[in-house]
């Protein structure tokens, strides 16, 4: 270790307090009648000088002239030693001269008095340091003043030469300041940085060592090492600007994840609202198609009954005559016949035989219930043989068989019809796409054939009816399809190409000089195609461009360079620029290499890259080269679509074909179950059983002729009446017969005559509405649909009650799955429009707002999601993790930097003797903090992820930034104890033996010292802290290095030998201390290092003034019990 020279009491060395003075410094007044002009001064001349003076007398005034001259504004501390608040004091209280608070108004509280109110005075602040060894001497100075805006202003000065106020500083005028001083022979400026630059080139001081004084001044307790290193020895670092611009990139960031989360969960929302709406439309279309069908099924069965009662008329009207005639006939032969058999009858009762008359009439009652039941058994038996049994019954156990085996039967043939009805309507309503699909691809073809583009004919009509209205002609308001094709050579990247410029390509082109007249019309009028359908129409402004692009893209893959445009139009630089600014997407052989590129890319296989986003799309309708919209030439179009109308019509009629045998095989299924529901009817056998009642018969018939055996004449006559009744028998039966026809052919006659009129009536009816025409459309479909079911007069209202109940059910099946749908679909656009009520002024929880809901998932899957996706992934790593980066460097630089002090103040420390043979040596250890520690932890995590590509990787990370974040903003306590770096550090001191290096004893906060060990520790650290800035050499006593410090009650609450032996230190590295203490007798610790006394005093106007003492003076007068008062003493004058 160097050995420290012992400075004499002669020894100054270095550049030293020479002279201070103040002008108009606080209440060191210049202005009041008494002290006009006065200039307040302090000549330490190199000493070390005592500032003593009661509370409040201005001894901190003095002090704070220092600072202000000496420390860079940032970090100054204004009467700190007071325990001042920060803002407490500050340039502009000092210029006007507070010295008062006084309460004003019951309103206004307390208020400040000054002895300079207003803004026209100005301050000077002036000091000047010699070198005794060198003789060189150097001034610096400040004039202070308030701007007319309040503000504190000022210019710097220096000089190489002793100067003072009195005679360098009259007469100045707030004007134009520094102009004046430089004039005065003064280097003067209004920047500290080069202000200081002077300072230091005369003192070789470090860039902060007057950062040290300004904490030396601050040091006047010492109890704690950690706090007195953290607060003494450490910088403290604003992190403001820092969080503050964190927190303002957070917002930015937090606005964007509000807008990425708002339209995700309107996607979200929405998705369902299109399942759903999907499937109802789908359903609903069918539901159209069913009233539609049912609507005409009144017609249809009028337009049937029409053409089936007009003939029957006419037959019924002729066979009623001819039956009339037999009628007549019959009724004049039977007339004939019972004369005779009433002859017969008269002469077989008088021969006798009662028992003969009895048994004809037994025998025709058993034949009445033998017929009646052999026609029950025949329609029981063929009911049974249409149903697909063969049984035969003949006894009653082989009925109960018979009926335990057809429900069985009958459920297996419903679940076969149910089947084969819902195949058919899934096949009826698969025709009916067929057919709209056709009409609409016909109608699409001949539009095709009347224009040269590709464009779908309902755009052509929308823009037609535009420029009809606006008197524009259509080739001023193209479609961007119009004007771009693919190459020729290039067909095979046809599908892609379509699929990528879909969107822009039915974009309506539209010049800036009609933007106003179009965009009024658009917001006008509803768009509509030919049928009245409401149309989308996506229109774009076209302004004129400043430079025209050159028209060639770099990569010779890329998808612009596969496309023609189409020669002649005034907007053609515009699409091309277009083009080649948002769809330079490269065309890419492999997935390989697709994956590689960066950028936008597509492949043949419609497989699209934009950014991070992937479309692969293998839909029907948008391979289909038939829907392609590119081009000028629209021949292969027409093409396809003949072929596709072509195929169309061949999957119709297949369908069709499949339709009219399931019709069939319906009727067959339907009666087998009427069949089952006839032969369900006989529930006994002896509803069938005709045999008994055949043989009863055969009984009556034996004894009949028994009888009549016996009786000869009885038996002639008998068998005479026999025959005469047989003729009657059958002539009545044949009477009857005519006579049912007669009546069964009349109430035919008049029915059909019913049905007829009434059938013409309602078909005039339905034409004079207007309808039948309409419901004629469908008449086809309805008899497809009817099939082979026989129509016939008697049945025809049946027949149609029947029909029109299959459509009813299929009618009402369509709606029950229809209004399910209906109501989630509801419920789903009210419960996204519960969550964004801001959309409620464009939407309604309706069916009617389907496609605006449908057009707004689009709008936010194809713009809204990826450009919030980008611009949220944007933001969160290009912003906010970026500062989160630069504030986490920061800190580790400034840990960094913290322990660079720290090996600095050691190698200060190991030229400084603490203890015979030892020196001191600092030890920085990390905290063990939890709020610290938690805090560097969610940091870092913060930084985790940062190269990940998913959404939630990116969500994840954006909720830990958020969590720290807004402790960063919320918790001030908690905020200002974390980013201060020099709390992650706690502080110890080893005593370490200079020869052998060896530890003799260990110093921390923890540990049991007294204060004053600690305060001896401290200030050895503090010496050697002055001595590093100041750049100070204890062994040179030639020094041209600065050697002026202040400090401020420092030894107040410190025993007296631990302050002499601060003193001595400070004497043995030959600095020149201004010491600042209070009026009392601790002040006398220092008496045997000081070589100048003052005492400041405050008069009863409230102006501070300075008197000089001898140590005499100060000895018997001062530190006694009664101080002298101010007068008495010599005042201050500068020379």
Sequence with gaps: MSQLLEPTTQTKPGFRLQRLEVYNWGTFDSTSDGNRGEVYCIEPNGDTTLLIGRNGSGKSTLVDAVLTLLVRPAVRNYNVAAGAKKRERDERTYIRGAYDRRSGDQDSGAQVQYLRPGNANYSVLLACFHNATSGKTFTIAQVLYITADGKADRVYCFDVAQRSIAKDCPGLNKGDLLQQLKKRGFKATRTFTEYHEWFRKATGVQKKAMDMLNQTVAVKDIQRLNEFIRDHMLEARSWGKTVDSLLTHFRQLSEAHAALVKVRDQRNLLQPIETSGLKWRSQTDRLEAAEALLAATEAFFR????????????????????????????????????????????????????????????????????????????????????????????????????????????????????????????????????????????????????????????????????????????????FVAELVSVLPDEQRWEPSIEMVLHSFGLSLLVPDKHYRIVGGYMNEHRLEDARGFGQKIVYLRVRERQQQPDGSVADPDSLVRKLKLRDGHALLPWVRAELEARFDYRCCETVEEFQAVHGPAITPERHVRNRDHHIKDDRDRIADPANFILGWDNREKKRRLSETISKLQTDLAVIEDRIRQQRSDEQVLTTRLNAIADALQVREFTEIDFMSHDAAIMQLEEERRQLEQDNDEVRVLKRTLAEHTAAEKLLAIERDEVMTQEGAIGTQLGQAQQGLASAKRRLAELSDAGELEVFAESFDQLAEMLGDTLLEVFNIDQREREFRRIREQERDKLREKAKPLQERLLKEMSRFLSKFPEEKSDLDPSTDYLDSFLGLLEAIREEDLPRHEQRFKERLNDKVTREIGLLNSDLERECYAIEDKIDLLNEALGQLEYNPGTH?????????????????????????????????????????????????????????????????????????????????????????????????????????????????????????????????EMFSKIDDQYSEYALELFRKFGLQLLIVAPLDAKARVTERYVGCYLLVAKDEHSHSQVHSMTAREFEDQVVGDEPPPPRTLKKVKPR
């Design 303 to 478: 337009q049937r009954a029409v053409e089936l009662f007009e003939p029957e008329c006419e037959a019924r009207e002729t066979e009623l005559q001819r039956i009339r005639i037999r009628k007549d006939e019959l009724a004049s032969r039977i007339a004939d016949v019972q004369v005779v058999i009433r002859r017969l009858e008269n002469e077989i009762d008088n021969a006798g035989g009662d028992r003969l008359k009895e048994i004809p009439r037994l025998i025709e009652l058993q034949r009445k219930d033998a017929d009646n039941k052999r026609h029950h058994s025949k329609r029981f038996h063929q009911s049974l043989h249409i149903a697909g049994m063969q049984n035969t019954v003949g006894e009653a156990e082989s009925l109960l068989e018979i009926l335990a085996e057809l429900p069985e039967r009958k459920s297996a043939i419903e679940q076969q019809l149910v089947g084969v009805r819902e195949q058919t309507d899934l096949d009826i309503f698969t025709a009916g796409g067929l057919k709209r699909r056709l009409h609409e691809t016909q109608e699409e073809l001949t539009a095709l054939e009347k224009r040269k583009s590709n464009l779908p004919q309902r755009f052509v009509e929308v823009r037609h009816r535009l420029c009809d209205t606006l008197g524009l002609n259509v080739r001023d308001l193209p």
């Design 920 to 1048: 001191m040596k600092l030890e920085a250890r990390r905290v063990t903090d939890r709020e610290i520690n938690d805090f560097r932890t969610e940091l870092h995590a913060c930084l985790d992820d940062m190269f990940a590509a998913s959404f939630e990787a990116d969500e994840a990370r954006f909720l830990r930034i958020q969590n720290l974040i807004h402790r960063l903003r919320d918790e001030e306590r908690w905020r200002n104890k974390v980013i201060d770096v020099r709390r992650w550090f706690d502080f110890a001191a080893r005593e370490i033996d200079d020869a052998t290096g060896e530890e003799h004893s260990y110093y921390e906060d923890s540990t049991g010292q007294s204060g004053g060990e600690k305060a001896k520790l401290a200030f050895t650290i503090l010496v050697a802290a002055i001595a590093y800035q100041y750049d100070i050499d204890p062994t040179d006593d030639n020094s041209d290095r600065f050697h002026f410090v202040v400090v401020d």
